[in-house]
């Protein structure tokens, strides 16, 4: 500090000012943080997400879906919609599919 400067105590930080995340963005850490992943993990697949959506992929993930149940098994096959699936099926919740029973857990 030079002669004639007023110090309230407070450090410059250089960081960045955090940006606002985009509402969808915001949603989808929620929810998969809900759903047991940690921020970082959460984070990445948003980031997945989002690159998915920019290239106008239409699979999707298990966990995106509101019939992934939490002990992990898919409600619609537990309900026996799918034919020849088993009903204990256990999907894979990061893997992009494509699935004629999926149903956004986020709703619009």
């Known amino acids: ?4 400067q007023i110090s309230d105590g407070a450090q410059e930080l250089d960081a960045p000012v ?4 985009h509402p969808v963005t915001e949603a989808r850490l929620g929810l998969l943080m809900r759903r047991g992943f940690d ?9 997945r997400l989002a690159a998915r959506d920019g290239d106008l992929d239409d ?5 995106e879906c509101s019939r992934l149940q939490r002990d992990g098994v898919c ?22 599919q494509r699935c ?3 149903d956004s857990a986020l709703k619009a």
């Open 1 to 4: 500090m030079t002669a004639g």
């Open 18 to 21: 955090p940006q606002p995340l």
């Open 39 to 47: 921020e970082g993990a959460a984070i990445d697949l948003a980031h």
């Open 59 to 63: 699979r999707r993930l298990c966990v």
């Open 75 to 96: 409600f619609a096959a537990r309900m026996q919609w799918m034919p020849g699936v088993s009903q204990f099926l256990t999907p894979l919740p990061t893997t992009f």
């Open 100 to 102: 004629s029973f999926f």
